[in-house]
């Protein structure tokens, strides 16, 4: 699924706006793959579930930056991944889906999707005054905590060059089940 930018000619994007036009998603998995230490790619997951469900292909990339887009989840504080926006309703239905269960370290986990405000990164990156946009971010949502992009409420053309994190308490319902998750996984 990982293929270059190359056949589609997102290369030659210069904007998040661009690559929306040609037909992509642009998102954000890392604080889902550090937090809840997913070891595998769940774009590359996704794409085997949607190929055998839909019968065709889709076409996801990954783009690398020099400066932190994300902050505080290591190498993945830099990668953004892309994917055709026509599979990409499938993509959140299919990780809202998904229970992370890790018995050993006793945790549970539950992906949530959120928008958060950004100056666009590839302006950024090329020294273009940036234009506010968004990113889609899947953050964890478990039994101690959910992570949530800080919000602030920015003039236009002042949106952050990075996205910071906190924790908020985590959501009833998550903490039920992932409790019932882990007791159930004791008894066998």
Not at 88 to 96: A, D, I, K, S
Not at 102 to 115: G, T
Not at 165 to 184: K, M
Request: with cysteine; net charge negative; proline share 7%.
């Amino acid at each position: 699924m990982s293929k270059p930018l190359t056949p589609r000619g997102l290369e030659l994007c210069g904007s998040f706006a661009e690559i929306r036009r040609e037909g992509f998603e642009v998102f954000s998995l890392g604080p889902v793959y550090v937090t809840a230490s997913i070891p595998y790619s769940l774009t590359r997951e996704f794409a085997h579930v949607y190929k055998k469900q839909k019968g065709k292909e889709v076409f996801g990339t990954t783009m690398r930056f020099e400066r932190q887009v994300i902050k505080g989840f290591g190498d993945w504080d830099f990668v953004l991944e892309l994917l055709e926006k026509e599979a990409y309703p499938y993509l959140c239905n299919w990780l809202l889906s998904n229970k992370f269960v890790d018995r050993e370290n006793r945790k549970y986990f539950e992906i949530r999707e959120c928008s958060a405000p950004i100056a666009d990164p590839i302006q950024v990156d090329s020294c273009r005054f940036p234009d506010d946009t968004y990113l889609n971010v899947f953050v964890p949502s478990g039994l101690h905590y959910m992570l949530q992009p800080f919000y602030l409420r920015l003039p236009h053309g002042a949106a952050p060059t990075e996205i910071e994190f906190h924790q908020v308490p985590p959501e009833e319902d998550v903490v039920r089940l992932g409790r019932v998750a882990l007791s159930l996984m004791e008894e066998t």
